[in-house]
């Protein structure tokens, strides 16, 4: 995305709409804010998003013909997401200088009608104001997992779409000014080997139905709370190839803004939350890609808007940080029912940055469980022998894949017998990890007091199957370490 529009429009034409974007405002009565591509006029319960005439090497809207597709498709794309928020497509007539919405007269432009949202509602400003909470954060994630869930599968060869790869060394050259020539040589280093280690990966999530209409533009700032729920807005209409991608690069994208934004705690939540609905863990082997790649993005994008300032700088730390991981961790809880293992790992993964998997999930997911279902409705055991075997083995392949993309791991399981603690030790040696347990307890009687508390909650853990995990509890060896969260 270069700076400047590949086939320049003359600078009369863009004066000319600029004049009328400013005649219209004035009969409105509305504040103009401007972008490098277009111009939104504020009034008290609306807004009226007008497309610049330009061209650039990603974008074009330098004919009324095109100005007008991509104001409908703008529509069409966020009505996926905020549907109360775009209204529709305005006309605008009459002649240059006295402009209406709607009026009599010829078409002169068009722009995208938006209902106006509260000032301080975009989750940047919210952040920023320290008035994001982690429901937000929680929404979010649950927002964006309906929103996959719903969006169109590409049904294109899986050749057919722009690589991951290609779309990063683009936004890196875009970037450019934001590093060091060192640093360039080293992002394009580390880009152009992931991108010949995870091409089958992508392939194969293509392949897969991973590829869908998103997006493609999700950072903090595209995302407002609308009647107390969170909603994505300002969609990309203008390149399909850059909104039909890998739903972990639509992800990605709020997770690395939350780190950028120096709430790490938030990323890490938002992702885990994201990874428990959607059952997406296998993803975490592209996720360190996309999340370079959408700080490359936002590098680029403020480059672009705001040479001199800072903000360039920050997305190029953050993109150089996350292609700089340390060795790994390998965490384990342990403990009984109800002792409290999923409240602390949950401390932990936001403190360490992990990715966590959870027994009581995916023990309900591998017999097509959601979270909440209850598998006594179903006359399923989900607690056999054979079933906790089945679980460990499928928590045990998902923490290999989070290890060997350079993630820190928890497993949120009970871990009662010493065989089973061995088991998670040698798989923390196979990857090149460090291994340490969290150790969960309480009480008897609290155990049993929270267990017959729980309502909304994945574990369906009675006070039979408590005394029955009792009777196979192995206390710990004395070599085994454990990890305090005081430390």
């Known amino acids: 995305m270069p700076a400047e529009p590949v086939v320049p429009i003359p600078p009369g034409q863009l004066a000319e709409r600029a004049a009328l974007v400013h005649a219209l405002a004035q009969g409105l009565g509305a504040q103009v804010l401007e972008t490098h591509i277009s111009w939104i006029l504020l009034t008290p319960a609306f807004a009226f998003k007008v497309k610049k005439p330009v061209r650039f090497a990603f974008l074009d809207y330098a004919t009324l013909q095109k100005r007008r597709h991509f104001c409908h498709e703008e529509v069409r794309v966020n009505r996926r997401t905020a549907p109360s928020l775009y209204l529709g497509v305005a006309r605008i007539t009459g002649d240059a200088s006295s402009p209406e919405i709607d009026g009599p007269g010829p078409v002169i432009d068009y722009a995208v009608r938006m209902r106006r949202f509260a000032d301080g509602a975009l989750f940047s400003e919210r952040l920023a104001a320290g008035a994001l909470s982690v429901r937000d954060v929680d929404s979010l994630a649950a927002m964006l997992t309906a929103a996959h869930a719903a969006a169109p599968v590409s049904r294109r060869a899986p050749g057919a779409h722009a690589s991951p790869f290609s779309r990063g060394l683009a936004a890196l050259d875009g970037a450019r000014p934001a590093f060091s020539a060192a640093e360039c040589d080293e992002l394009r280093a580390w880009l152009e080997a992931g991108g010949r280690k995870l091409w089958p990966q992508w392939i194969a999530r293509r392949r897969s139905g991973h590829v869908r209409e998103c997006h493609g533009d999700l950072h903090l700032g595209n995302i407002i709370d609308l009647d107390g729920q969170p909603a994505a807005f300002d969609a990309i209409d203008f390149d399909p190839a850059l909104r039909w991608i890998d739903i972990a690069e639509d992800a990605a994208f709020p997770a690395m803004d939350f780190a950028a934004q120096g709430r790490p705690d938030f990323a890490w939540r938002f992702i885990n939350a994201w990874l428990d609905a959607t059952g997406e ?69 936001e403190r360490l940055g992990a990715i966590r998997v959870r027994s009581d999930v995916e023990r309900k997911r591998l017999f097509g469980l959601g979270a909440l279902e209850s598998s006594r409705a179903r006359g399923l055991d989900i607690y056999s022998r054979e079933a906790t075997a089945s679980t460990y083995a499928r928590l045990f392949a998902l923490a290999q894949i989070a290890l060997a993309a350079g993630f820190n791991a928890v497993i949120d399981a009970a871990f009662l017998r010493r065989s089973e603690r061995d088991a998670a030790h040698d798989l923390a040696r196979a990857c090149g990890a460090r291994f340490e347990i969290l150790v969960c307890q309480a009480p008897d009687e609290i155990l049993q007091q929270r267990i017959a508390a729980r309502t909304s909650d994945a574990s369906e853990a009675d006070a039979a199957v408590l005394r029955q995990l009792r009777g196979v509890a192995e206390p710990l060896g004395a070599d085994e370490k454990i990890l305090s969260l005081d430390d």
């Open 281 to 349: 863990h296998e993803a975490a082997g592209v996720l360190r890609y996309a999340l370079v790649y959408r700080a490359l993005v936002r590098a680029q994008a403020e480059q672009m808007r705001a040479p001199s300032g800072d903000a360039a700088a920050r997305y190029a730390r953050e993109a150089l940080a996350w292609s700089r991981p340390v060795p790994p961790c390998l965490v384990i809880t342990h403990g009984l029912p109800g002792s409290g293992k999923t409240f602390q790992s949950q401390r932990l993964l």
